[in-house]
């Protein structure tokens, strides 16, 4: 195996001084990454398979307390929150799935102009034709979700899916004729079966508008009326999960996650907690980011077709993350900072003697009033100080390891549901990974000296 290391992800392309500093430029050792994919994976398969999986029905379909009549404000502009949950015919879910429709379109037929240049892109993969495809299929259900209870003949079932697919077609010779210019061979696998696919969608909204409810009406309709399809959502987020903490088709199963997470956190807002948002945020900034570069089925697939020095990434998506947790300390402190019980050194003490919150009883251990202040003040110092501790290598060492003592205690001693093992997966990259797989971690992932 070749020693060379080669570097994965998107560059970023920061403004100054961000591209100056090397805690968002200086590539790392993608275990980092690898290793919070991992525990999050992990954490999130386990919070599905036993928190959201046996309260599927009362937590989230429409016989429980998920009724989407009683979420209408939810639902209303400007909010703009969405859920394939609650069908393809729902109005911002059939909006942005033709946007990025259009999007896939236009990136398309650039990439085929760009063919006459000098500078030649890389050929767009057959998974990009596929996923243009399956694009098109969930706007086309959209329309046909808001006509299906139309008994009348329904051209528009084919005429919507058949326009998109016209598009495709015409995207092939296009792209051919592009490569003939440049004198450049032409692929004509992927395009085809993207044509393929699209056509097939046309063929069966022409078939389904034939019916006054066609076999696929279950589809249509919203998710939670459904326990079928409700079982269905909740184990295809189960699969993306699963996949994506083995590594398998990272970035398809990474986006299927979050989609999915988003989905069940939408129709019902008040079975989510903190921790649950901070999931869903890491989520969506995964989704950009190398995760399957290291400990993955994807990494190991093709190092069988060819010889790989160790992987390493850019750091942006490691800083975003560390940033991301740095606001929520800051921000949690200074809300805190404006309570009585905060100013007082007494939130500690309230805080365990919450039957909403506590694991046991706060007679039970009975600990001295001056302890429980000494705790309040030093978290509340903690959480306000940690962007200035952060800056500096020795100071950000002990904020982060306060923080795992504050995680643990807070999860020992009190019910926060999903939180505690999320904000924990956070410190994950910043453990000294490069010392424990044999190389000096000099230089990365530091913050510069001021």
Sequence with gaps: ???????????????????????????????????????????????????????????????????????????????????????????????????????????????????????????????FYLMWSAVGLVASAGVWSRTMADAAPRQIWWVVPGLLAWVQLLHAPFLALQNLRANRRFDWLSPCIGVFASVGVAVIGWRAGQYERPAIAPILESWQTSPAMMRFAIGLWIAAVALWTLGFATRVSNVVAWVMAMSFANVNPYAENAGDTVRNIALFILMFAPCGAAWSIDSWLARRKRSMGPAYIYPWPLALLFLQMTCIYFFNGLYKAGGASW??????????????????????????????????YSVLVWELTFPILALFRWTRAIALVFGVGFHLGIGLLMELGSFVPVMLTLYVPFLPWDRWLGRSSRGEMQAPRA
């Design 343 to 376: 100013q007082e050194g007494d939130s500690l003490y309230l805080a365990l003697g919450d039957v909403t919150l506590t694991r046991f009883s706060i007679a039970q251990i009975n600990p001295p009033a001056v302890l429980t202040r000494i705790a309040t």
């Design 1 to 127: 195996m070749s020693d060379a290391r080669r570097i994965v992800g998107i560059e970023p392309a920061l403004p100054w001084p961000l591209s100056a500093w090397s805690w968002w430029t200086k590539p790392v050792r993608a275990e980092r990454l690898a290793a919070l994919r991992i525990c999050l994976g992990l954490i999130l398969l386990v919070d599905v398979l036993f928190t959201y999986l046996p309260g599927l029905n009362a937590f989230f379909s429409a016989s429980g307390i998920a009724d989407p009549a009683a979420y209408a404000w939810y639902w209303r502009t400007p909010k703009g929150n969405w859920s394939l949950l609650r069908g393809p015919g729902d109005s911002l879910v059939s909006s942005l799935s033709m946007l990025l429709w259009g999007g896939l379109a236009a990136w398309a037929f650039m990439d085929a102009w760009g063919r006459s240049r000098e500078i030649v892109p890389s050929p767009l993969r057959l998974r």
